[in-house]
């Protein structure tokens, strides 16, 4: 069993829909997550960051830890076609520059 | 935030060359991290790069193929060497900190193609 397990997609959603990223993990260590977002011919960068468990929003996202389901997600609101990219998810089980895990990657195709 | 970049952007090179990365953070960072990013797979972890030390190398990575450098607090090299087709990839540099030691930061990348 792979430590992050992410589908890769592609996932295709028309413009307006809420979509629904998941990641599940096997490591109980993991206490620190992320989501990137990762444009074609691009390096990720970082939407979201959450401690522990619970939701964190941030404008049309919203990133949900369930700790005890080892299951995290990425919800957005109202998608757009400029949110077309690839989505990873990140872990790290400790804080002082600990080394993060991640998912393989979902592909996200918002069609106007 | 600070503002981290890679050269070159891509490269073609001969099977048995070498090639270095070089990445530039435009402010001082503690942590900076080199990764590989192959097809359809994660991230993966080549090594870990603190100024003033020798790089920490992940499984399967070793110094001899690829060689580290971290001179001062904004810069680092990556060394790919005796390069195979196998190598062919994108290589990312990070940083961590600003906003939460747990999170990193990546530069643009280099996708390298050994013929």
């Known amino acids: 069993q792979k430590e992050v397990e992410q589908d890769p997609g592609p996932l295709s959603v028309p413009e307006g829909a809420i979509v629904s990223l998941n990641c599940t993990y096997s490591n109980s260590a993991f206490q620190y997550f992320m989501w990137y977002r990762q444009y074609s011919r691009k390096g990720p960068e970082l939407l979201m960051y959450t401690y522990s468990s619970g939701n964190k929003e941030d404008g049309r996202f919203t990133a949900q830890v369930d700790k005890s389901s080892k299951y995290i997600s990425l919800f957005i609101r109202d998608s757009q076609p400029s949110d077309s990219a690839t989505y990873l998810c990140?872990?790290?089980?400790?804080?002082?520059?600990?080394?993060?895990?991640f998912g393989k990657g979902t592909m996200l195709l918002v069609s106007p | 935030s600070a503002v981290i970049s890679q050269k070159p952007s891509r490269d073609i090179c001969q099977r048995g060359t070498s090639l270095t990365i070089q990445c530039q953070v435009d402010?001082?960072?503690?942590?900076m991290f080199w990764y590989r990013q192959q097809p359809g797979q994660s991230l993966t972890l080549i090594a870990t790069a603190n100024q003033g030390s020798e790089a920490t190398y992940e499984s399967g990575f070793v110094i001899d193929k690829f060689p580290i450098s971290r001179p001062n607090l904004t810069f680092s090299t990556l060394t790919v060497s005796n390069m195979s087709p196998e190598d062919s990839s994108i290589y990312l540099c990070?940083?961590?900190?600003?906003?939460?030691?747990?999170?990193?930061?990546f530069g643009p990348g280099t996708r390298l193609l050994v013929l």
């Open positions: 990070s940083f961590s900190g600003q906003g939460g030691q747990e999170t990193q930061y």
């Open positions: 990140a872990m790290s089980a400790g804080s002082g520059y600990s080394t993060l895990t």
């Open positions: 402010s001082q960072v503690t942590m």
